[in-house]
């Protein structure tokens, strides 16, 4: 069961730092909410007391989106089904549609936010492979003084283990900026034990850019999940097939790279597998995407060929 | 206000919400979840609570027109929102579409998923009205149900969405006629209406003025002699009305479905991990928490047998006194002469298989209310599905004479089996008897899971002579099954897989042993078909094998010895009629099988893949279609 003394939903930024300065030991800062409840259950966190619970969801500023130039800029408000529903997040951010579809379910991506999913460095994160792959950074504030500070940092870098970030007390997470990649095909993978509220065994994210005829890959970017105490981004297949014609022959061959990057606990044969699997897949799916829009049917067909 | 809620060392918040349309103010726990503030608080029972960890469903509402799972919300969050519950929907007493749909269908059985599936489905005709079947399939994704299958749920969504839409008349929401007979026909469900709109209580719904909360400290311990409990912390800790362990039993302690070797709480030694140890009944289930966290109890540990091998070997740890050898039942069927039938044989195969433990995992959690009448009658409310058994138990386990004894079977939110053990109903009887209060006593889904009986885990070893025709001679049949810590239903279930061994077929020669031992694993017991899955499962598995060895045609090889009228069962019992050449001719027919031995697979078959294979599982029905309209000239 989960304990708290104290339920307090600041309107200000400024309001959550100083409210989160002051707060007892143990207490929280919680967007959705929807990993804390689970996690104060007998087999997890058991019955926790955590004094004061901050909810960051009525931030005056944390909900929405706005382009900035080319990279797209998620308040701290952001949940997964933004992803599924907002035409424009689809149309900027192509690979997160699926990964939204596959995350939880429709009730809980309506509470869960992209941050919190970060923030929390599961290495199974659904959310973690596609922002590799957009180079996503995530911006934290923190109170110097009287003053609100903020940093960034490349969420690569951020999520240095399981559940360990680089967010230091005080400090709370306030946006995810990514790239604008409209025009990219995206994709994302998944195998759980089942389709909707089941932790990724591996997740895989991909996104591919072809030059106009839809021959040769102008830009690739991959990224795993759940293969390892963090999500790791594939830059020596994305090297590969930068400038390459996409053949069967080479997605077979690029395939064949990211299964020495599985270090998982358990299952590793497994995971190994079906990496090889996914990288292809995500590569073709993401080229099928780009196929539906007319324009760039010949790179799906040459890779059929 | 319930005394679930607030806890005394903590200042209750105050909730503004609007609740189906009218405000209301609540007092709640920081802490609370919006399903206690909605159940607990409102009394608005249809929200319930099946897993309390967002993976079930059951407990879906609308928090400002967005349906989420109130189980993960805190209720402070939900603060001035605007609230609506599965009671909401039909407020002026007639259903909705879905709901009718559902009350059509026969979408619910067991009930206790379905205000969560109505919800869900709501909310999918609510965001897209014209939603595919792939799409309602995808949006529902996060509604479990255990009894239907979905067929008949989603076959509701797919009704009720032409209604609203008008492509299909209000009139398709009315019952089938049946004519002169309900056989062969659709018949509406008269227990629907009170599903479909939440109003059913269940007994995890119920409350009675006064009542208390049981929470039940639990083994951690797979096997281990209990030293010595010392309650009197958690007898003093205030807020607490009792606390119970194996000494307040007055009578004869010990219940079980055949063999009655299971104490109300753990007497002496615990035999598996999540053992009722003590219970604790107070005014809330937090203050029965924390008692139960200042219980202390000392174990001495023994070795464990974790496997039913081990469990056969000489010299292993005794589970039970009453039991030297650890064997629970062994059931032994003879008939013909093996030896002669294996010799008579052209082929003999031997295959060994396994089966492993499974959960029952129904949506309603274990959950009772025991109270004691104005008469002395000793009452419990619960789930159970053998509620005359379980009285009787009762009346030697607290001596009283049986018409001071009552059980009163509350709807079962799914049992499959699971609830035919009375692994709680008599620790609330003896906390309503020892406080004169009612208790109530609600198991979490882990408790549900650690405590309750699993299906039997089976090894089986099966060897089979067949002539070459195809004709089996011989069959030797040895099982063995981990029954767990407690007898429960192990002797039933193994008559039951040493009945159904060898299948419908008609053997003339046959030997069959089931067995079954104890382990210090979670008991195993009754679950569906009751020891015939795992039998079915070697046996059909050794005809396939047998079929592909002798170039047969599985379907063939199954005609060759099924039974027929005036055939000997294995237990030689003459048939006066038998159906499984129409059971076989129907499902050779509806899977389109490709005649021939089955000796070919993969994408060379024929009959994979037609008419009415169902797809792979995918989700993205809203990608695609959002990706296809975008890209529409």
């Known amino acids: 069961m989960l304990y708290c003394d104290t339920y307090l939903q600041p309107a200000t930024l400024r309001e959550a730092l100083e409210l989160l300065r002051v707060a007892p030991e143990g207490s929280r800062v919680v967007a959705g909410a929807t990993d804390l409840l689970p996690w104060a259950r007998d087999g997890r966190g058991g019955d926790v007391q955590v004094p004061h619970l901050i909810d960051i969801t009525r931030v005056d500023g944390f909900s929405g989106w706005r382009l900035e130039g080319e990279r797209v800029r998620l308040n701290a408000g952001t949940v997964y089904q933004e992803f599924l529903e907002d035409p424009d997040l689809v149309r900027l951010l192509p690979n997160m549609p699926q990964c939204a579809a596959w995350f939880a379910d429709d009730q809980i991506r309506r509470q869960a936010t992209l941050i919190g999913n970060i923030v929390n460095a599961s290495p199974a994160g659904d959310g973690l492979p596609p922002m590799l792959t957009l180079n996503a950074t995530i911006e934290v504030a923190r109170l110097d003084g009287d003053r609100v500070q903020t940093r960034s940092v490349p969420v690569e870098a951020f ?147 | 206000m319930p005394d679930t809620l607030t806890h005394p060392t903590v200042t209750a918040v105050t909730l503004d919400l609007t609740i189906n349309g009218r405000r209301q103010r609540v007092q709640a726990d920081p802490g609370a979840r919006l399903l206690d503030v909605l159940r607990d608080g409102l009394m608005l029972t249809g929200a319930k609570e099946g897993c309390g960890a967002g993976e079930c469903g059951t407990c879906s509402v609308f928090v400002d027109g967005k349906l989420i799972k109130s189980c993960l919300m805190p209720a402070a969050k939900a603060q001035g929102a605007e609230v609506e519950t599965v009671e909401g929907l039909a407020r002026t007493g007639d259903l909705t579409a879905v709901q009718k749909a559902f009350h ?65 008349p209000h009139t398709a929401l009315d019952p089938e006629a049946v004519g002169n007979s309900f056989i062969g026909h659709n018949t509406r469900r008269l227990d629907a209406p009170s599903k479909v709109t939440g109003r059913l209580r269940y007994a995890g719904d119920m409350v009675m003025p006064g009542m208390l909360h049981m929470q039940v400290l639990r083994s951690p311990h797979a096997h281990a002699k209990i030293v010595s409990i010392d309650t009197t912390e958690a007898e003093a800790y205030p807020g607490v009305h009792c606390v119970l362990t194996c000494d307040d039993v007055p009578g004869e302690d010990g219940f079980g479905v055949f063999v009655e070797d299971q104490p109300v709480m753990a007497r002496d030694k615990v035999r598996h991990v999540g053992e009722a140890v003590a219970a604790v009944a107070a005014d809330s289930v937090r203050t029965a928490r924390e008692a139960m966290a200042l219980i202390r109890v000392e174990y001495d540990e023994l070795p464990g047998l974790f496997d039913p091998e081990d469990a056969l070997k ?147 070893r099966c060897r089979m002579g067949l002539t070459k025709a195809g004709r089996i001679t011989a069959v030797e049949f040895e099982m063995l099954s981990d029954g767990g810590a407690y007898g429960m239903s192990s002797e039933g279930v193994m008559r039951k897989a040493a009945i159904l061994s060898c299948g419908p077929y008609e053997i003339e020669n046959l030997k069959v042993d089931t067995k079954v031992v104890y382990t210090n694993n979670t008991p195993s017991g009754a679950f569906r078909t009751f020891g015939g899955m795992q039998a079915q499962f070697a046996t059909e598995s050794m005809m396939d094998m047998a079929a592909e060895r002798l170039g047969m045609d599985p379907f063939e090889i199954r005609r060759v010895n099924m039974m027929r009228a005036g055939s000997l069962t294995h237990t030689q019992q003459k048939l006066a009629s038998a159906a499984i050449d129409r059971v076989l001719d129907a499902a050779e027919g509806a899977s389109g099988w490709e005649k021939g031995a089955p000796s070919v697979r993969g994408e060379s078959r024929g009959d994979l893949d037609g008419p009415g294979t169902r797809r792979p599982c995918t989700l993205g029905a809203r990608v695609r279609e959002t990706a296809t309209d975008r890209f529409r000239p």
């Open chain 1, 159 to 305: 999520v240095t283990g399981p559940g360990r970030t680089l967010l230091q007390p005080g400090e709370i997470a306030t946006a995810v900026t990514c790239d604008a990649v409209e025009g990219y095909g995206g994709s994302f993978q998944k195998v759980g034990l089942r389709r909707s509220l089941v932790i990724s065994a591996v997740c895989c994210a991909a996104l591919v850019k072809t030059d106009a005829k839809g021959r040769l890959v102008e830009d690739a970017r991959l990224a795993l999940g759940g293969v390892g105490p963090r999500p790791i981004r594939l830059r020596d297949i994305e090297e590969m097939l930068r400038g390459k014609e996409l053949t069967r022959d080479l997605i077979a061959k690029v395939s064949l790279l990211p299964a020495r990057h599985v270090a998982s606990r358990s299952r590793v044969e497994y995971r190994r597998a079906v990496v090889q699997g996914f990288v292809g897949s995500a590569i073709e799916d993401a080229l099928a995407a780009l196929c539906v829009c007319g324009t760039h049917s010949t790179a799906k067909e040459a890779v059929d060929a």
């Open chain 2, 104 to 168: 059509k269908t026969g979408a619910s059985q067991c009930g206790y998923c379905i205000p969560g599936m109505v919800m869900a489905a709501t909310a999918t005709l609510r965001d897209n009205p014209d939603a595919d079947i792939e799409e309602i399939k995808e949006r529902m994704g996060g509604n479990i149900c255990r009894c239907t299958g979905y067929s008949k749920i989603f076959e509701a969504v797919e009704i009720a969405r032409d209604v609203i839409a008008g492509r299909l």
């Open chain 2, 314 to 460: 000489s010299g292993a740890p005794v589970i039970h006194d009453y039991a030297a050898d650890n064997v629970v039942k062994h059931i032994p069927v003879r008939k013909g002469d093996i030896a002669a039938g294996f010799s008579a044989a052209d082929v003999i195969l031997e295959e060994s298989f396994s089966t492993q433990q499974v959960e029952h995992a129904y949506l309603e959690p274990e959950a009772g209310l025991a109270y004691v009448d104005h008469d002395g009658v000793v009452t419990v409310v619960s789930p159970s599905q053998n509620i005359t058994h379980h009285r009787h138990m009762l009346s030697h386990i607290i001596a009283k004479p049986i018409n001071k004894v009552r059980f009163i079977m509350s709807p079962v939110g799914g049992g499959f089996g699971g609830k035919e053990d009375m692994i709680y109903q008599g620790m609330l009887a003896l906390a309503a008897m020892k406080t004169r209060r009612p208790v109530k006593l609600v198991f979490t889904r882990e408790e549900s899971f650690v405590a309750s009986a699993k299906r039997h885990p089976s090894r089986t």
